[in-house]
C-alpha cells in the first residue's frame, strides 16, 4: 500500500495545473524543447505536443585559423537550409543555420519541428514556463 504525504498532494495539483500549457525544457546535452505539456509518467518521461526542439552545436576548424587570410566564399559566412524529413511520420521540419568566424570557430544552430515528444525523465535538467502563463494558469483554479 502506498501513502501520499501533504507534499505530494501540492506537486500533483502543480503538475495538473501545467497541462495543457507551453513549457520549455532543457536537457543534459542542452537541447530545449518548447511544447504544449501533455503528460508525466511515473519515471519523469515528459510528452510535448507540437514541439519545437533547438540544439546548438559548435567546433574549432584549424584548417581555417590556419588560413585567415583566404577570402570567404560567402560574404556574410551563414549559410540557412531547411530540411524535411518526410520519412517521419511526424513529418519533422528542420532549419539549420550555420556561421563561421575568422579564428575557425564553427557554430550550428538548427530547430526542427515535431507534432509530438517524449522527453526521457533521466534527460531532463529544467522545466521552465513563461510567468505570466503560469500566472493565468493559478488565476483560472483559483476562481
Not at 495538473?16 to 511515473?42: N, Y
Not at 570557430?105 to 514556463?129: D, M, P
Request: hydrophobic share 35%; aromatic share 4%; charged share 30%.
Amino acid at each position: 500500500m502506498m501513502t501520499t504525504s501533504p507534499a505530494d498532494g501540492e506537486v500533483l495539483d502543480t503538475i495538473h495545473r501545467l497541462l495543457g500549457s507551453r513549457i520549455c525544457v532543457t536537457m543534459t546535452d542542452e537541447r530545449i524543447a518548447s511544447g504544449k505539456f501533455m503528460s508525466l509518467d511515473r519515471l519523469g518521461n515528459i510528452m510535448l505536443e507540437d514541439v519545437v526542439e533547438q540544439r546548438w552545436l559548435a567546433y574549432h576548424d584549424v584548417s581555417t585559423a590556419d588560413k585567415k587570410d583566404a577570402k570567404s566564399t560567402d560574404d556574410d559566412n551563414t549559410a540557412d537550409a531547411s530540411v524535411t524529413n518526410s520519412a517521419d511520420n511526424n513529418n519533422a521540419q528542420q532549419h539549420v543555420q550555420h556561421t563561421k568566424d575568422e579564428s575557425g570557430l564553427c557554430q550550428w544552430t538548427t530547430e526542427r519541428s515535431l507534432t509530438q515528444a517524449v522527453i526521457i525523465g533521466i534527460k531532463v535538467a529544467k522545466v521552465e514556463i513563461m510567468m505570466r502563463e503560469w500566472e493565468a494558469r493559478l488565476e483560472k483554479t483559483t476562481e
